[in-house]
């Protein structure tokens, strides 16, 4: 069974860098036809998309978000990464890590984490 | 911008059927596939339509998805509500360029 699990800082200080890791396990992350992203959730808020990657390092990205985002692979260890640079308030959410069926939907999520920005 | 818009909040009687639509800003909403996820509380989301009618295994037939052209939307459709239906339901699909876009959510209570 395919999991799907988030790390990192739980709490990031404003005009900082956001990181987190999403490892996978029970699949290999250069399988064909997916593609891996990012969702986040503010509190009680909808769902955004930040962005996707292909093994290949192939990236996609939110035009919102596409100034600040840097999605990274890893195929060594079965990962994917995301910077948000020059973090805000407004960027307090949990953060998701999905895989994404090539221009279908994100069938198999992480659990999320909560990135709190707050000095 | 390409968006999607869903009403806000839906509620319905155990039993009865109820519908949540999707619509598309501008452009085809048939010309890219259509999916729907519902949230619970304090969970990820889970996949109830993709394709724009299709049902992942374990989602029972009570749920359905279609679309129409000529509204420029989407719809989830969920017969014989039940309580624990009640959660809330995004439906996605992609912009002119092929990125993600998510509806806002609409929270479906049964009451």
């Known amino acids: 069974q395919l999991q799907l699990q988030e790390s990192g800082p739980g709490l990031v200080k404003p005009s900082e860098t956001l990181s987190l890791t999403c490892t996978v396990s029970g699949g290999s992350i250069s399988s064909n036809s997916y593609y891996w992203g990012w969702i986040r959730q503010p509190p009680g808020k909808g769902l955004e998309w930040i962005g996707i990657?292909?093994?290949?390092?192939?990236?996609y990205y939110n035009p919102s978000l596409k100034s600040r985002v840097t999605i990274s692979v890893d195929t060594s260890k079965n990962q994917i990464s995301l910077k948000l640079s020059s973090v805000t308030a407004a960027d307090t959410a949990v953060y998701y890590c999905a895989r994404h069926i090539t221009m279908i939907n994100f069938d198999y999520w992480g659990q999320g984490t909560l990135v709190t920005v707050s000095s | 911008n390409f968006m999607l818009t869903q009403p806000h909040s839906v509620s319905e009687s155990p039993g009865k059927t109820v519908t949540i639509s999707c619509t598309g800003s501008s452009g085809s909403i048939a010309s890219n596939y259509v999916q729907w996820y519902q949230q619970r509380p304090g969970s990820a989301p889970t996949t109830v339509i993709y394709?724009?009618?299709?049902?992942p295994s374990g989602v029972p037939d009570r749920f359905s998805g279609s679309i129409d052209s000529s509204s420029n939307s989407a719809s989830l459709t969920i017969s014989g509500l039940k309580t624990e239906d009640e959660a809330e339901y995004y439906c996605q699909s992609f912009d002119s360029s092929n990125l993600v876009v998510f509806g806002g959510g609409t929270k479906l209570t049964v009451l």
């Open positions: 990657i292909y093994y290949s390092g192939s990236t």
């Open positions: 394709e724009d009618n299709q049902r």
